[in-house]
């Protein structure tokens, strides 16, 4: 039966389906979780401009026990850090100077039917919603969408953006080795594009591999897979002219785009091979209109504005996949020195940008 977004060929951060690595953020009255004994003494701030995280990880802890009962997780398997409570998601956010973090729900397990996996979303979008009712402007959400059950996803759309107050959604870039970008998925692309939705997207494991299996021994999969998993989606929305077909919908791309950026030249020349055809004007038009996040460290980001208009980039931190100290002594120095972004672009990305994409953020 249908997969969630992080499922047995696709689990988060290249963990096996059945060890899911799983957020920090859950609501104050659920499960009691052990604060982080490892975070670091972070003396320096990040407190100015202020940031809105627009890659931020959620896995509601009444999901993860719901999960437990039902057999679908190993509690015991799961890395300590997901057990982290909001308060170390706001302590960590305070330490980095973020204002408001959108939420990217994981809910990773094999369903067995299609009332199960909607149990699931309601019992993540419902903790969600606790989780931005008890704390006014810290947090908003995306409704996770398993494309693989379309009449599970329409219901998710509804519920979550039409009634929920959800801001958008979030999809993986590949279900059973289909990629975004496939007609397969046109129906609740129109639905999404009916309701002008923006469309957050991630990165799991590559398809027809073992289930959790490390594709290259001693390399994680999230070094090297997930940036290919993510390219091979936008690839196949430019091939499919997914922008074109659905106008009213904004994709936003993680961790910078994967290797999109740097093989642009390589899909304009050589695009001609790919089945469809890639046109080279259809490479760069959606290139420009693709949204991207800097959940990395990403890299510099001269050749990302080559091909990208700086208004299109979203601050993300990967939290609490990517530990504290990497995101606040690695990648936001490392955005703050990059010499290619003027201090008006940082301020955009920081915060501007996602108030002009999810005009919801501005009054947070």
């Excluded at 994709?251 to 290797?259: C, D, E, N, R, W």
Aim: charge should be negative.
């Amino acid at each position: 039966m249908t997969d969630s977004a992080s499922t047995s060929r696709t689990s988060l951060l290249g963990t096996p389906a059945d060890e899911p690595l799983i957020s920090a953020a859950g609501a104050e009255g659920g499960v009691g979780l052990a604060r982080d004994p490892s975070a670091p003494d972070l003396s320096e701030s990040h407190a100015a401009p202020s940031k809105i995280d627009m890659h931020h990880h959620f896995c509601a802890p009444q999901w993860r026990e719901w999960a437990a009962r039902h057999g679908l997780v190993n509690p015991e398997r799961l890395p300590p850090w997901s057990r982290l409570d909001i308060d170390a998601a706001i302590g960590f956010m305070d330490r980095a100077g973020i204002t408001t973090a959108v939420l990217k729900p994981m809910l990773p397990a094999r369903y067995h039917s299609s009332a199960q996996l909607r149990e699931a979303i309601n019992i993540t979008l419902q903790s969600a919603l606790e989780v931005a009712a008890s704390h006014p402007g810290r947090f908003s959400f995306y409704v996770p969408l398993f494309l693989d059950d379309p009449d599970a996803s329409s219901w998710a759309v509804r519920r979550g953006l039409g009634r929920l107050g959800a801001v958008g959604v979030n999809v993986t870039a590949n279900y059973g080795g289909v990629y975004l970008g496939d007609p397969v998925y046109d129906r609740v692309f129109h639905e999404l594009n009916d309701a002008s939705a923006v469309v957050d997207t991630h990165p799991h494991n590559l398809p027809d591999g073992a289930p959790g299996a490390v594709t290259v021994p001693g390399i994680p999969n999230f070094m090297c897979d997930f940036l290919l998993d993510t390219t091979r989606a936008a690839v196949n929305m430019i091939a499919h002219r997914t922008l074109d077909r659905f106008p009213d919908i904004s994709v936003i791309l993680p961790h910078a785009g994967g290797f999109l950026p740097y093989i642009a030249g390589r899909l304009e020349a050589l695009g001609r091979f790919c089945d469809p055809p890639l046109e080279p004007a259809a490479v760069r038009d959606h290139l420009r209109r693709f949204y991207y996040d800097t959940a990395g460290p990403m890299a510099g980001a001269a050749t990302l504005l080559d091909h990208v208009p700086a208004e299109h980039l979203l601050f993300g931190t990967d939290w609490p996949a990517a530990p504290a100290d990497t995101v606040t002594k690695c990648a936001i120095p490392a955005l703050e020195a990059d010499s290619a972004f003027t201090p008006g672009q940082l301020k955009g990305i920081y915060h501007d940008n996602a108030r002009r994409l999810i005009p919801q953020l501005a009054s947070v």
